[in-house]
């Protein structure tokens, strides 16, 4: 079985300053990886992914993820953060065929003036 | 497209009370599935299904029920709520073993007392 853990459960940073956001999983098979982004009061929106190939993905609102193997990671950064990247962010894997996503239990980014 | 539609946005239910959570998707996707989300927690898959007819337990399924008998609906039944089941529902579909992200609906906020 799968498993996702994202160890920061809240990250305080300033605007525009650079932030990431870790995220490690586990699995005996191939992966499929997610990162989502949820807004106060709102539902989850697919930040990026990475199903194969190159393994630095980039996704909308300036973020970017790398996929790494051999470290079992898929960590989320963004050079520069604004106000409004404030939420909270789940990192999901689908492992081999399997029908389910399992989500890590979040990070809150908090951005500052 | 109005993509995934949850009814209703806030519900209060009495301990023992049943009721239904509505979700609809338009996109056409065979598989849907419900998450509660707890505050700490992420989310937790409840039931999934992988087309019209055919339903699968997830990871907490005790307590609630489902059914699909059409591409476009999926509601979650609650038949004797406790308090326990106080949490955030989102609803969500993916279109089919190709791509593996889900799109959520905006979520049913429920509390039980």
């Known amino acids: 079985a799968q498993s996702v853990t994202q160890l920061d459960s809240q990250v305080p940073v300033f605007e525009e300053a650079p932030v990431e956001l870790r995220c490690n999983y586990s699995?005996?098979?191939?992966?499929?990886l997610f990162w989502y982004v949820q807004y106060p009061n709102q539902g989850l929106q697919l930040l990026l992914k990475y199903l194969s190939g190159s393994t630095l993905v980039k996704g909308i609102n300036g973020f970017e993820a790398e996929f790494n193997k051999s470290q079992t990671s898929f960590h989320l950064r963004k050079p520069s953060v604004h106000i409004s990247d404030t939420a909270e962010y789940f990192c999901a894997v689908v492992a081999g065929t399997a029908s389910k996503l399992t989500f890590g239990t979040g990070t809150r980014l908090q951005v500052t003036l | 497209n109005a993509g995934v539609t949850q009814t209703p946005k806030f519900r209060i239910l009495k301990i023992g009370q049943s009721m239904t959570l509505q979700c609809t998707q338009d996109m056409n996707h065979n598989y849907m599935y419900w998450y509660r989300q707890d505050p700490g927690m992420g989310l937790k898959l409840i039931y999934y299904?992988?087309?019209?007819?055919?339903?699968d337990k997830g990871e907490v399924p005790n307590g609630y029920n489902v059914s699909r008998s059409t591409t476009e609906d999926f509601p979650l039944r609650l038949e004797l709520a406790a308090p326990s089941q106080t949490s955030v529902y989102f609803c969500?579909?993916?279109?089919?073993?190709?791509?593996?992200?889900?799109?959520f609906g905006p979520g049913t906020r429920l509390t039980v007392t």
């Open positions: 699995s005996s098979v191939s992966v499929y």
């Open positions: 969500a579909s993916r279109a089919g073993t190709v791509t593996y992200e889900q799109y």
């Open positions: 299904s992988v087309g019209a007819g055919i339903t």
